[in-house]
């Protein structure tokens, strides 16, 4: 039977933060680890990777997937919070649909973005949101990302909708004051969501474990002699096996038995570490 490894794709409501949208998992799995890969902020909805047991231990690689979202953004001010939960700090008049259009193809492709300073990062060794919340001035420092497609869905007086795909670390609050900068005015987000996260979405929500990663084209094929299923299993195997591997180049394998998936492999110079048994 399948043990506490395992992926869920959840969809997250508006109104609760990240960590309060895991407590049904966490009351059901106790004494598992639960965790998650890519944080939504509390008003936005959407696609959150929920990770329990040796799946945890796969979060920054599903952290780095390329992500989705669906956004709205209002124009005519801007919230020091960049959603709709924060105090306006400036104004500016609203842009009209021709130059939020002519705006908005050239925030495709690499760039430099400022992180919005009511956000997790750490400045100087502290969190940005909690020096911002004590008034305290913070510069944030730019990183790169990359914005590989983004269309204008609907445009209706003061707010503009639209699709957006982007690289790891990009703030879609961020995004929103930016373009409403570049077209003149000033803007928040009112609505996100995320609606893909890497290869899933929510179509894929009732995918089983070994599903999902297969969808991800990361993991190679190695297959287990009897003798190594037997090391795995005494405890025997704590470092690197020697890896007998479909695909060198990629990062995780499949471990599999007579055919059926096993578990899940680290690789690294030639050798595997087992991550986590899919089955017990």
Known sequence: MPSS??????????????FQALSPFKKAMKGIKVGHAGTLDRFASGMIVVLTGGATKLNPVFSSFDKEYI????????????????????????????????????????????????????VDGRRAYKEARK??????????????????????????????????????????????????????LTELRRIRTGPWTFSDSDKDTDQLLEMTGLLSSVQLSQGERKLIENGTIRGRAVLSDSNHSLPYCFLYFDDELYGIGEKTDGRYRVLARLYD
Do not use: N, W
């Open 135 to 188: 008034g305290h001035d913070i510069e944030m420092p730019e990183r790169e990302i990359e914005v590989s497609s983004i269309s204008l869905l609907s445009f209706s007086g003061d707010e503009a909708v639209i699709r957006v795909s982007v690289s790891k670390g990009t703030y879609i609050r961020a995004l929103a004051r930016d373009i409403a900068l570049r077209a003149g005015s000033r803007g928040y």
């Open 5 to 18: 490894f395992s992926i869920r794709l959840l969809d997250k409501e508006k109104g609760i933060t990240s």
């Open 71 to 122: 956004a709205s953004i209002r124009f005519g001010s801007e919230t020091d919070t960049l959603d709709p939960e924060g105090e306006v700090i400036a104004t500016a008049s609203c842009p009209d649909e021709e130059t939020v259009k002519a705006v908005i193809p050239s925030f495709i492709g690499r760039q430099m973005q400022r992180p919005p300073v009511y956000s997790a990062i750490h």
